[in-house]
């Protein structure tokens, strides 16, 4: 009689086994105390945890913006950019994401004061803007997204991006995600 | 059904008495009994689950399924070293077989098909949902997440949890996952399939895990399915068993002029399997259990990956389902499964580009109906054949590739003789054509050969078998000119031995 495995059981609490295999693992399990026990414990772990807010941005490049990453030469040192073509005339703002692998935060805007549209930033000699960032040591990912003013963030709410993230979430804004690495420091 | 000790002996002796009954099909099995059962090797304790007197064996006081009986048995039970005899070896296999027959029925095919409870405002949504996708439709974003991100996120947790991967990896995992799920269902692969075709096609499993994945496949599916089947891993040889010793491409023909059966082939495929599991000594009734599942699994793989490249198919099967909710979540969470796997091998990175299930690139070793253009040509260089004696090489060739000898004459034959369209594409599609069709061709030409026969012999015998040839000649082939007594001789020793005209 082989005995039941972890990844058996763990497979069959997520309801991802075959029905065929489903009838004698729930019996063996019932004849063995001791997986009971171990049921309970792997059903705790794999309980969700409180939700938090979601920015809903697309995987990396499955989103509708052409944005890259560019290393850039800096004085003496290396910079890095987001490059990015605007998709049409329309007014549009630009916010700018990052996660550093604790989840997304917001780079710009940050308030009312500082909101950025894209013929705010420089150009490249293609015609694209260019905004300027350092890379944290490792890897991050960046997300830009160009929003129209009603679809951006409303400061007088009080929740200011609940509009953008729907937005967002509705597939309405222009936006791309790009991995990039910075160097780690020695 | 749990059974008490008593009832699970009787359940034996009955699996006994069945095993001894003659019939073509066990209990539960629609294929025919595989012969040559009579090479396994139960051993002693696989020889008591299924053989030993009751009394013999130690007394279970708890109730079980059948199953779990079979196992506990099996980890306790000693007996006896089993009987050498040919026909005892075959029985206690054939019972095991009528055990393994009582849970394809129910576990195999029921745990697939019932139970899914109808949920009329949810299936709706469901169906909303599905059609949504199939129209890439971004407005059915939330109400697929609400939906589907549940199963699909436990299950994503559940290969971090059995990695053992820290909690913080986990959620960023999963936390990405939520964001790529919907892309992944709607958006094509880098094959040009999105995420829900196959999930559609893990859905459709729940109409029947085998059979019903059949339903969405076209020609072309079907083809490449006959195919798939002739040419990989151990279903080469469930072909050869089923169809003989004939080519690949011949027993794709045959499988596809049958895959409406598959689910009989492939219960065929799984007495095989097991038999030679059996033959090897392997005999925990676990282990047998989990050879079919695995076996059964692989088989509605392949079918998967043809199913999803019928995209509208496959939806309008799907959306007939009763229950299609319950079956639609269920489903998700095997997918999930599965995508989590890659995903994990990838470090998270959601590559959307790739797809879950590896698309199907089996060629198609099918070939195409034999063209009527070369009907004549084959025919007349067949006569030609017959009448230079040579019917038996032409066989061994047809079925062997080779004559086993160098005689010149059948090397001419081939070499010199044989319309320039019959060797275009080398030997072996003629090979094949002459396999399927030798018998028929015969018997067609057997006219021919019998008007040759009843020629008078003498000085106008040239001319009388050449008025008989003209009649049908093929122009790719020139008139012999010589050798007429010797093609007589050859005619009349070979009716005796040519199949009689068919019917028309």
Redo the contacts between chains.
């Keep these: 009689?082989?005995a039941v495995s972890?990844?058996e059981l763990?497979?069959h609490?997520?309801?991802?086994?075959?029905?065929?295999?489903?009838?004698?693992l729930r019996?063996?399990i019932a004849?063995a105390p001791s997986l009971l026990a171990r049921v309970d414990v792997?059903e705790a772990?794999?309980a969700?945890?409180p939700p938090t807010p979601?920015?809903?941005?697309?995987?990396?490049g499955?989103g509708a913006l052409a944005l890259s990453g560019e290393a850039r030469a800096m004085g003496g040192d290396q910079g890095h950019a987001l490059v990015f073509e605007p998709p049409d005339g329309a007014a549009r703002l630009v916010v700018v994401l990052w996660n550093r692998?604790?989840?997304w935060e917001v780079l710009t805007p940050t308030g009312p004061a500082d909101g950025l549209r894209p013929e705010d930033l420089p150009q490249d000699g293609r015609g694209r803007r260019v905004i300027d960032v350092v890379l944290p040591a490792g890897r991050s990912t960046w997300a830009v997204a160009l929003p129209c003013p009603e679809q951006g963030p409303d400061w007088a709410a009080p929740e200011p991006w609940t509009r953008f993230r729907a937005a967002l979430?509705?597939?309405e804004v222009p936006v791309q995600v790009v991995p990039l690495s910075g160097s780690v420091q020695p | 059904m749990r059974l008490t000790w008593d009832e699970y002996l009787s359940l034996r002796r009955d699996r006994l008495a069945a095993a001894g009954a003659s019939v073509q099909c066990l209990p539960g099995w629609s294929c025919e009994t595989v012969a040559g059962l009579e090479a396994v090797r139960p051993g002693a304790a696989g020889w008591a689950v299924v053989c030993a007197p009751g009394q013999s064996l130690p007394r279970r006081r708890d109730r079980a399924t059948a199953a779990r009986h079979d196992a506990w048995l099996h980890a306790r039970a000693e007996g006896p070293p089993a009987p050498e005899t040919p026909e005892l070896r075959a029985r206690w296999a054939r019972a095991r077989l009528v055990a393994l027959g009582e849970r394809l029925s129910e576990e195999g095919h029921r745990s697939w098909t019932e139970g899914w409870r109808e949920q009329p405002s949810e299936d709706a949504h469901a169906a909303a949902v599905l059609a949504g996708l199939g129209s890439r439709s971004w407005t059915v974003r939330a109400e697929a997440e609400a939906l589907l991100l549940p199963p699909v996120l436990r299950s994503f947790r559940g290969v971090c949890l059995a990695r053992r991967l820290p909690a913080a990896v986990r959620e960023r995992a999963v936390g990405e996952l939520r964001e790529a799920v919907f892309y992944r269902l709607c958006l094509p692969d880098g094959a040009g399939r999105p995420g829900w075709t196959e999930l559609a096609a893990r859905t459709l499993e729940t109409a029947g895990p085998v059979s019903a994945l059949l339903g969405p496949l076209g020609e072309d599916q079907r083809r490449r399915a006959a195919s798939c089947a002739a040419s990989r891993g151990r279903w080469g040889e469930t072909a050869r068993a089923l169809f003989g010793p004939r080519s690949r491409a011949l027993r794709a023909r045959a499988l596809l002029d049958e895959l409406d059966r598959w689910e009989v082939h492939l219960n065929t495929h799984l007495q095989l399997r097991l038999r030679a599991r059996w033959a090897a000594g392997e005999t925990d009734p676990d282990g047998d259990w989990r050879q079919l599942v695995q076996s059964r699994a692989r088989a509605r793989a392949r079918l998967r990956a043809l199913a999803g490249e019928r995209a509208e198919a496959l939806l309008e099967a799907v959306l007939a389902l009763p229950a299609l909710a319950a079956r639609l979540r269920d489903a998700a969470s095997r997918w999930a499964w599965a995508w989590a796997w890659e995903e994990l091998a990838r470090d998270f990175s959601f590559d959307l580009g790739r797809p879950v299930l590896a698309p199907c690139v089996q060629d198609d070793l099918i070939p195409p109906p034999w063209p009527a253009a070369w009907e004549a040509p084959l025919d007349s260089w067949l006569l030609l054949v017959l009448l230079r004696g040579r019917l038996d090489h032409l066989r061994r060739w047809a079925e062997t590739g080779s004559t086993g000898d160098r005689d010149s004459t059948w090397g001419r034959l081939l070499a010199e003789a044989l319309p320039a369209p019959l060797s275009a594409e080398g030997h072996g599609r003629l090979q094949d054509e002459l396999r399927q069709s030798l018998s028929r061709r015969l018997s067609a030409l057997r006219p021919v050969v019998v008007a040759v026969a009843q020629l008078q012999p003498g000085r106008g015998l040239k001319s009388a078998v050449l008025r008989i040839l003209e009649e049908s000649w093929s122009p790719w082939l020139p008139l012999p000119r010589a050798g007429f007594p010797s093609m007589q001789r050859a005619a009349r020793a070979l009716l005796p031995t040519l199949p009689a005209e068919e019917a028309p």
């Design positions: 009689m082989s972890e990844l763990i497979r609490l997520c309801g991802a086994d075959d029905p065929d295999e489903r009838t004698d019996e063996r004849e792997l772990a794999l969700p945890p979601r920015w809903p941005l697309p995987p990396v499955w692998g604790a989840g979430f509705a597939g």
